[in-house]
């Protein structure tokens, strides 16, 4: 629901807010005043292309912002949710700036948006009726919808449309499947042939390290055992080894100690050194006894290697990611070698699926022409009082063909859905689109929302011009008609009408002011004395005279008793 609109430089309106409530909300003024500057200024806060003509002479740019209570709105809250934008207490604000060099701005509260995301908001908020073009009742593609919804058919149409996306998507992995038998029959070679290469290869956990350590020590055997005696020379107690020179210097240092207590430290730390060399070259002894060579086991190692280094360029740079590269051809083996039974598993499905979307779309298909007629003719009837009796209103429910002219079935079934009209007597009905008066497809678009005020989704109509070309009786039924509407939806209409403005929950009027040499537009709620005034300005264009004053009493009097009836 729009609760405030604020505009500041738009066309005669310098800076002013105008206040809305629930219900029925009329604009009213003489010709001229302005009151097309609320319906322009809203249009362009709602995502409308902007016309820089229209940024009041003297300044550079115009700003509107709009405070729109959508706590009621499921569809908008979602689409804010989605987004990640946060409603204040229910409310959101929508500002627009332009620029005079035709650049702007557009925010949902303080969010920077895109027109298209603008106008994909707007349109689950705002219907605006007559020389403006955001409309949803003129796209063709709500009217299936709209048609559902009437007929309580909406569950059965998203079980349809989830049924056929499924099955789709089931196609689609099936011609998949198909498509790809070459490829995958190749795949599964190459798979079968690493799968027996690797298994073959029986390789161990650290194989690898184990395998490049013995490699190293075999290939330098020779230098290994040369080392081994250089080193036993270096420490035995040979002459010049380390422990026989160790030991010499033990006992001389026993000698020192015997003359000087000083040196009996020192000579038990180099016995413990000398013991230390001892066991050293007892270790070196043992690991040399020990170590086996042959030029055979040095070839074999090296075949080994040779062989583990083929697996590791084509599979993997480490034992574990061969194993890993192993299990995935298995797996990929076992899902080709399981291909037939996925074939089969794929067209049960598409079968079944198939026949039960099939089934789905020929009831829906049905149940809309049955219910076509219903919502054909009570929008009729709702035509007729509103002073269209010649007027024809088509709910049009035809299948879709294909290139072979037979039905096609879409994610919303057999069905194209479009609401066709021929306003005056021996015309061919036409889209809706066709209309050209505003006052003719304002009423239409009054009669259709009247119809399904009950299950349309958005919060505010707006109404332009709606009493074009009606006065008498047509009037009163479409006055009577936007009231009982507006007990539903929020309505906002401008009109020249006193019996449309009598029945108003909130009426506003709009006049023209000069100060300083300059024109401005004045809006203002009004009631008592005020609003009686402006009704009789409405009868008879003067406020002036007894009768007219008298007559504006009667219909106030008049509309608030049939309000309190209600």
Not at 116 to 122: L, M
Not at 273 to 293: C, P
Not at 461 to 478: C, H, K, N, Q
Request: a negative charge.
């Amino acid at each position: 629901m729009l609760e405030e609109l604020f505009i500041k430089n738009y066309a005669l309106a310098d800076q002013l807010t105008v206040e809305f409530t629930s219900g029925f909300n009329i604009l009213s003024g003489e010709t001229g005043s302005g009151k097309s500057v609320i319906i322009g200024a809203l249009s362009l806060v709602l995502g409308e292309k902007g016309d820089v003509t229209a940024i009041r002479t003297g300044t550079s740019e115009t700003e509107v912002s709009a405070v729109i209570n959508v706590s009621t709105n499921e569809g908008a809250r979602s689409w804010l949710s989605e987004r990640e934008i946060e409603a204040d207490d229910g409310r959101i604000i929508l500002r627009r700036i332009l620029k005079s060099t035709g650049r702007g701005s557009m925010f949902i509260q303080s969010v920077p948006s895109t027109k298209a995301d603008i106008n994909e908001f707007t349109a689950l908020l705002f219907d605006i009726h007559g020389q403006h073009e955001h409309q949803s009742l003129l796209s063709v593609d709500n009217h299936r919808s709209l048609l559902d919804s009437f007929a309580g058919l909406k569950p059965s149409a998203e079980q349809l449309k989830t049924d056929f996306l499924e099955l789709g998507a089931i196609k689609k992995e099936y011609q998949k499947l198909m498509s790809d038998e070459r490829e995958m029959l190749r795949e599964a070679d190459l798979a079968s042939f690493a799968v027996k290469e690797i298994e073959d290869a029986k390789l161990q956990p650290g194989e690898i390290e184990q395998l490049e350590t013995e490699h190293k020590l075999l290939s330098q055997a020779e230098k290994l055992f040369m080392l081994f005696e250089d080193m036993h020379n270096s420490l035995s107690e040979g002459s010049g080894g380390a422990l026989s020179g160790l030991r010499s210097g033990v006992n001389q240092l026993k000698e020192l100690g015997s003359i000087e207590p000083a040196f009996e430290e020192a000579q038990g730390r180099l016995e413990n050194a000398f013991y230390e060399t001892e066991d050293i070259l007892d270790g070196l002894e043992r690991y040399k006894n020990n170590f086996s060579f042959s030029p055979d086991k040095l070839a074999a190692c090296e075949e080994r290697l040779s062989e583990i280094l083929k697996l590791r360029k084509k599979y993997g740079d480490t034992v574990d990611e061969i194993f890993n590269f192993l299990e995935e051809s298995r797996k990929r083996v076992s899902s080709i070698e399981n291909r037939e039974e996925l074939k089969t598993e794929y067209l049960e499905k598409i079968s079944k699926l198939e026949k039960a979307v099939l089934q789905q779309a020929s009831d829906l298909s049905g149940q809309r022409k049955s219910a076509s007629k219903k919502l054909q003719m009570e929008i009729q009837q709702q035509l007729k009082a509103l002073g269209m009796p010649k007027a024809e209103f088509r709910v049009h429910v035809e299948a879709r063909l294909g290139e072979n002219g037979r039905p096609v079935c879409g994610v919303n079934g057999f069905d194209a859905v479009e609401f066709l009209i021929s306003p005056n007597q021996g015309e061919p009905p036409k889209r809706l689109r066709t209309i050209a008066s505003g006052g003719e497809i304002s009423r239409v678009m009054l009669a259709i929302k009247s119809v399904l005020a009950a299950i349309d989704t958005v919060d505010c109509l707006v109404f332009d011009e709606i009493d074009a070309g009606i006065g008498g009786e047509i009037a009163v039924s479409v006055g009577e008609h936007m009231y009982k509407l507006s007990r539903f939806k929020q309505i906002l209409c401008i009109t020249h009408l006193a019996s449309i403005a009598v029945r108003a929950d909130n009426h506003i009027r709009v006049r023209k002011k000069t100060a300083n040499d300059r024109t401005f537009t004045v809006i203002e709620s009004i009631s008592g004395d005020e609003r009686k005034f402006e009704i009789a300005r409405m009868l008879s264009g003067d406020t002036d005279t007894d009768v007219s004053l008298k007559h504006a009493e009667e219909l106030l009097v008049k509309a608030a008793g049939e309000r309190e009836g209600n």
